[in-house]
């Protein structure tokens, strides 16, 4: 049974920092794609940023670049986003998914099978 648990949000002022974890179990950690995505009141689901376990390459939403950091823990298990300079625009229930095998669109949602329930982001 495939489980992933974000934690980690919170509320923040505009220019500060979080730092979000997804911890993942029920299945094998080595070359899955892992991706962070959020979804703002009124607005569709979007792609954030992904890392291959594997590899280890990434992939960022222009939105985000130069500002949010996605990372791997081997040993824990866990892929982190860590979100500095956030911006009122950055409030929203941000999801971890994870999908067994590379992926060609890879902050596109429909690439991803396995899904958590969210940590909510509120930046004022």
């Known amino acids: 049974h495939v489980q992933l648990v974000e934690s980690g949000g919170g509320s923040v002022q505009a220019g500060g920092s979080l730092r979000l974890s997804c911890a993942f179990s029920?299945?094998?950690?080595?070359?899955?794609?892992m991706g962070w995505f959020r979804q703002a009141p009124g607005k569709e689901r979007e792609g954030v940023a992904r890392?291959?376990?594997?590899?280890?390459?990434?992939d960022y939403a222009d939105s985000v670049k130069g500002r949010f950091t996605i990372s791997r823990d081997d040993a824990r298990q866990t892929v982190s986003l860590q979100m500095n300079s956030l911006r009122v625009e950055d409030t929203a229930m941000y999801y971890c998914?994870?999908?067994?095998?590379?992926?060609?669109?890879?902050?596109?949602?429909?690439?991803?099978?396995?899904w958590g329930r969210g940590t909510q982001v509120t930046v004022s």
């Open positions: 029920g299945f094998t950690y080595s070359g899955h794609c």
């Open positions: 998914a994870a999908e067994p095998s590379p992926v060609p669109q890879p902050l596109a949602l429909h690439e991803y099978r396995h």
């Open positions: 890392i291959a376990t594997g590899s280890g390459n990434t």
